[in-house]
């Protein structure tokens, strides 16, 4: 039996306003039309999440996977839609600021010296939020600390150093540790790999591979890279311009992916031993957020776009054996382009 859904997202969009810089605005006093702008960074997306489940969510830089992901672990409140966390809303607007509901849902950012701060030591770090919201008795977390960070595989003798003291590999075990010393039942990881060596990557893959299997782990893991994405996730959604194009099983979108977008990011990824022809960089740039194209927002790049993908947008529907689980967002699949 499938598991029910622990994170619910249902139709959720977020706009942010792009206020005028000094130039529009001693335009705008001299008379000149300028106004305030709105970058539509997602648009309408539902995604669930079940239960020891972990998806990845991939894209180009600005298709709006850090802001969902952000939604997700209730650091911004929607626009539009809402996100359910085991059944209440994860975060909630009061007056300005947002506010989190729940430390059942914790994030880890892409660069753990920017998230870590710089002035504490990183025992106190990974400790300061179980006994902030009482998960351990403040006397029993410095054994904690050191349980954690022992988990992680950092020599639990150095929680006493800041995180100057460390490497970026080690800055991003200690951010891990922190994230679960909060006992989560959801980890949104950002980029977590993404300012790491190569070398490093791979090391700081196989410690969530280990935790994600001993802890049953339920995660987004947000990647713009395919490759790191494919090992560590069951469920893959691919997001373009704030829309999700194409959902898969990790093994049937690596296999044959369904949308054009998504064989264009395979295509573009180079392969060792393929030479200049073994891949191809996708067509043009990314459109901006600010004025996005009518219709399919991929039909500027797309090498089979027809008249109806500047007209229509295409909705994200089933696509492939029924049961499969794929969705893709692409006339293609349902009637053609003309
Ligand atoms: Fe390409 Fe049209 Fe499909 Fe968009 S809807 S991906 S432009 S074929």
Same mark, same amino acid.
């Given at each position: ?37 709105t970058v539509r960074a997602v648009t309408g997306v539902s995604l669930s999440v079940r ?46 600021r947002t506010v989190k509901q729940t430390t059942r849902v914790q994030m880890v950012h ?108 339920? /995660?987004?893991?947000?990647?713009? $890279? ?7 996730? $069951? ?16 093994? /049937? ?16 990824v180079p392969r060792v031993g393929v030479g200049r022809q073994g891949f191809v960089p996708? /067509? ?55």
């Open positions: 039996m499938t598991a029910p859904a622990l994170l619910d997202i249902q139709q959720v969009s977020k706009r942010f306003v792009k206020p005028l810089n000094l130039g529009e605005r001693i335009s705008a006093w001299l008379g000149a039309q300028a106004a305030a702008q239960k020891g489940e972990v998806v990845g969510l991939v894209g180009e830089s600005g298709c709006g996977k850090s802001t969902l992901g952000r939604m997700a672990s209730g650091i911004y409140t929607p626009s539009d839609g809402q996100v359910l966390f085991d059944g209440s809303p994860v975060a909630r607007q009061q007056g300005r892409q660069d753990p010296f920017s998230s870590l701060n710089p002035r504490m030591r990183v025992g106190d770090t990974v400790g300061e939020g179980p006994v902030t919201h009482g998960l351990v008795p403040a006397r029993e977390a410095d054994a904690y600390v050191a349980r954690w960070l022992d988990r992680v595989g950092l020599d639990s003798g150095l929680r006493r150093r800041f995180p100057h003291q460390f490497s970026g590999g080690q800055r991003q075990r200690i951010a891990i540790a922190r994230a679960l010393a909060m006992q989560p039942d959801l980890l949104v990881l950002d980029e977590p790999v993404a300012s790491l060596d190569v070398s490093i990557q791979a090391q700081v893959l196989n410690l969530f591979m280990d935790l994600r299997r001993d802890l049953n782990l339920t /995660a987004i893991f947000i990647s713009h $890279d395919l490759g790191v994405v494919r090992h560590v996730s $069951d469920r893959v959604v691919i997001m373009y311009l704030g829309r999700i194009v194409e959902v898969a099983p990790t093994p /049937a979108l690596y296999a044959a992916p369904k949308h054009p977008y998504t064989r264009a990011l395979f295509d573009s996708i /067509a043009g740039e990314i459109p901006s957020p600010l004025a996005p194209p009518p219709g399919c927002h991929f039909h500027p790049r797309c090498a089979m776009a027809g008249p109806r993908c500047s007209r229509e947008a295409p909705e994200l529907l089933p696509v492939g054996a029924v049961g499969e689980g794929r969705l893709a967002a692409c006339h293609l699949h349902t009637g053609g382009t003309d």
